[in-house]
């Protein structure tokens, strides 16, 4: 699949914080250069994330953009290590802030009542913890699975005709917003200027999708409904779960730019 059109660029410079959309950016053998290089770490050494939203919910409040974070009042600090100090005290908890992903990364997540919310792989079932292991080991960067996550123009237009309403794309935390009528099957090539993606799988979705980018101090409970309703698949060989947007790998490296 060649030719396709780029409708918006974004870029995540810390993980679970609000990202940066961008009209170019460069794409490495492990995704987009920038993306995901930071994270918040508690005292317990586990990484930080809005998956798990009763204590981290407010860092997708943080802005990360331009080598800075910015708390929604304006304030902020350039994203280094200094920068725990800030969102220490915007996230009422203790953090440390890295670069490094460390060996046996893991990440903890709340699971939604929504029982179809939950993949058929998972130990835990109902409103409870699972903890999962991060994949960015050794690629520079704290990645959940994929290199690149994508969704599509016509996949966001049907799931607001199954939702009776516009659900922002921003609410799945894509790289690449693209102009397609539907997404490609994994195994599929996608290739956007000189840089060829691979399609892996499906993206399983967890509660962060329920949680408006703008304010995510309550969940949307409609958005999981009409996800674990509609949007069930399977997962390659794991299982299935409900998904949105797919995870690709990247075979050819080079730059992506928006269209327009």
Known sequence: MGGVRVVEVWRYAMKSAGGERVGAVEVGA?????DRRWACVDRDGVVVSA????????????????????LPGGESAVLNEAAGGLLSA???RAVTVTDVVPEGAVLRRY????????????AAGGATGGT??????GSGRFHDFGAVHAVTTGALRRLAEVHGSVVDHRRFRPNLVLDL???PAPGEAVTIGGVRLRVQL???????PALDPEAPGSLDRGVLRTLAGHYRTAVGQLGTAACFGWYA????????????
């Open 90 to 92: 915007w996230l009422g």
């Open 181 to 183: 009528p539907e997404d």
């Open 111 to 122: 699971w939604p009542q929504e029982r179809d919310m939950i993949p058929s792989w998972a």
């Open 249 to 260: 790998t990247v075979e050819q490296t080079g730059r992506i730019e928006t269209d327009g």
């Open 51 to 70: 998956k798990q939203p009763r204590l981290w919910g407010r860092l997708l409040q943080v802005r990360a953009a331009g080598g800075r974070v910015y």
């Open 202 to 208: 499906p993206t399983p979705r967890c509660v962060v």
């Open 30 to 34: 492990h995704g987009m250069v920038g």
């Open 132 to 137: 999962e292991v991060l994949s960015g080991i």
